[in-house]
């Protein structure tokens, strides 16, 4: 057993929180980084103590001199991974982490680690088992993400008589105490980290969103809702990559109670108690935002039969200091604690208190009806009620003639959501019966099992939700009752009608004509890409004018976004590099329609350029040379380096010094430049060298082999660190033999692996510096004191930010790094510069790379974009998407290792330094 370690710690208090409440409120720091860093989680003991955990521990923190502030922590528990949800309930402590949901006897002070029985399997990970919590009626209840990796109702873990059989998306489930194992109760979430119950009972959860999809027809925002227990909740694939979830207004999916926009759901917290009385704030909830670093409060209205839902921003980060929330907890007195932490940022707690009853309380709106909500729940529990019918006495209902349309709407549905295919003729057979239009939509995916979410896509991922699973044989009627829909007034069955006819193949001319007619210069972007989807899946021929169309509104969508949250567009650009070149092969006359538009040569539209065919693209490449041969095109995407490889050697050598100016662009030059290798271009190979991506690495060794052997002692130690990072193992052989051969050639000494290499060079020059290539923390100890934060220049960091390629990949088109918005809120100013300076040392999941090594002997590194039962789909660097079949996977494991290199603050004057932070803070 761990014994408890007791230990006083005290801080400065006297630190201004970082925290800005609405008036009456108060806040003051509990604890900080020292006593308890990075809290993933927070819950109280049963005495009403603060219990945190993070990577390495669980901790008890308290004030035993009653001065407001921690003064004691006694570590209760180790744990590999940290939790991601706790709960002290009926003489246990129950435990998200290290793997699993376990059990532990507590029994007020000590975790008896003895006693601990394993209740479920559950996956660390960000998107996976989370929070527990205890309903009035002393129920167990846990939530988790879409990586959980709960087991279904095979398993010993899930009780026979669970309601849903096997989870999809992320979910909640119930623990039964006479057998200790689990009901599924709801799912078709994408990664809720916690919940919390209305005084009636019902669960209130806050759930995430693909941020990584911003932008695109099928991004859903993060959103509140009521869970509706034995109900699918809309998303359906695990992963942080994933997105393609049930659209809300349709039928088969529980409506979200509010749309709260971008954000990262971590903490939910129902205040009960009478503090905050007056204040506005009382008889809701608190939920908190990660991301931006803000809390809400939500107040219900309604029933539980369907309730609405207001939020008012309650708590938001000032200053530098960086506030992450991570959980909310009420103490005894009716104050609310808000622990900060994750990824590796600042650990504290705040209490915020209400003290001032003369200041003005909240104002809120008057209710709103509740009565389509109610409704819609209403309707999905008599189709779950229909769904416990055998087939044969479903089928007997559903050939009723002259049945209550209401009632043979659910019957269908029952057979549809089940997937009772035998049933399906019936149904295609009688759609008309179904009372609305988005019913009528709605079966249509289903009779072809819906969206083909998993299946091989060939023409790219941005037609996923505009193919059917199963494709419907003979769809003349089918096309026949969707043609009028798209003539409806609502938008959204002029959406869905489209989409169906994409599913369905349409080729009638006039149905083109229609969706034409849809796109213009002043149409929602939004929908003028999900048309051009449509567009580029019908089977119609595209004409002239059409053409002319399609082009100006392509044009357009860059404009159009311009004053939108732009910076998370991260699929965004790839998706539409999907789109374009299917446009482009149904009719190449895009391509040159493009062309003749002088806006077209801006740097957003390259990523369009490189999707045309081979002779529109190469006239595309000549004419973005003039411009950079001109220093006319501003900024310089890393796609510019694709499009670039039309060009010959004599056109693209006269701009190397002007691209290789760009960081984000050199991994690419070094590549092209291995087709046509000179002597002049050894220092862009040798830089080549000390890339992070395997692939530039292998370029810059064969062209360097190509070369003369008369190499300085720093270039040996570039070819060195290069052969040590590629280690011995079976998926490096080729690449380490080449690399071994050109070590040969420089040295004149044959060495078998990097020991011997190390040993010889050591013996020629002994004082060489063979460490890592991460940026020295005693240059950054020197250099921090000097550097005047208050001084810089947002411009000039805007620049810097750019020209060391940072922007490549944290704005803009790449899928590279994280976005930034909201980064100084969350991030202390040392932790931010900490993550800059040593980029390997705390990789958030979505971002680790996948070092993969395939049957035909390829060697890939890279971050995980796409992952279906099919294969993968693995971004290389930020021009590159390589398509792995599932089949062809030879090996796979994760690097602990960034993409991001070291030595991007190397060179850097404090000044410089200090206009950098200014853009971040900006």
Known sequence: MIAALLLLLHFNIAEKPSLKVPAGFQVEQFSDNIQANDIYHMTLDPRGRVVVTSRGYVKRLEDTHGTGHCDKVTLLMETKTGGMGMLFADGYFYFTGDGWVTRYKYDGEKIDLTSAKKLLPTKFTEHGGHNLRKAADGSIYLIGGNDNEFPDLSSQFIHPLSPITKMEGGGILKLDPKTDRWFIVAHGFRNPYDFDFTSEGEIITWDSDTERDYLLPWYIPTRLFQVQQNQHHGWRLPGYQNALARRNYYPDVVPIMLDMGRSSPTGVYRYRGKQFSGSGYENGFFVADWTFGKIYFVKLSGSPKGYTAEAKLFAESVGEAGFAPTAIVEEPDGSILVSSGGRGTRGVIYRIRYTDKSAKPAEWNSPVSSKEFESRRMRLEAINQWKKLATPELRKLLSVNDPDPVVWSQQAFAALMEERTVLFPLIRDRLKLLPQAMDQLRAIMLLGKDWNILGPCPEGEVFRGFELTTPIQSPRDLLTLTRPILKNADPLLRLEAARVLAMLEEDDPSTLAALCSFLSLQSDPVDDVHYLICIARMKAPINASQTETIAHVMMALDKKFSGKQLGIKQNFSARLGELIAQLVLRQPQIAESLLKQKEFFEPAQIGYAIKFPADSRQKAAREFAKLVAANQLGSKPVELIDLFADLSENELRPLLPTLWKEFALRDGLVKLLTKFPREADRPYFLTGLDSTNSSTVHSAVVALSQLKAEPKETELISLFKAIRDL???????????????????????????????????????????????????????????????????PLRGAKLFETRGCATCH???????????????????KDLFTA???????????????????????????????????????????????????????????????????????????????????????
Do not use: C, H
């Open 727 to 793: 280690g011995d193992t079976k998926k490096a052989e080729n690449d380490l033999k080449k690399s071994l051969d050109l070590w040969e050639k420089w040295t004149g000494q044959k060495a078998m692996n990097s020991q011997e290499a190390e040993k010889w060079l050591l013996a020629k020059y002994p004082t060489a510096n063979l460490g890592t290539d991460e940026d020295d923390p005693n240059f950054w100890r020197e250099i921090y004191p000097k550097v005047n934060w208050d001084s810089g220049d």
């Open 811 to 829: 704005q803009g088109t790449s899928r590279m790094g994280p976005d930034l918005a909201g980064v100084m809120k969350r991030f202390s100013k």
């Open 836 to 922: 800059i300076l040593q980029p390997s040392k705390d990789v958030a999941p979505q971002y680790r790379v996948q070092e993969i090594e395939t049957e035909d002997g390829r060697r890939i590194t890279g971050i995980l974009i796409f992952e279906s039962a099919e294969g993968l789909i693995v971004q290389s660097d930020a021009t590159t998407t390589i398509r792995i079949a599932g089949n062809n996977i030879a090996s796979r494991k994760t690097s602990k290792k960034s993409l991001m290199p070291a030595g991007l603050l190397k060179d850097l004057k404090p000044d410089e330094i200090a206009d950098l932070f200014a853009w971040l803070k900006k």
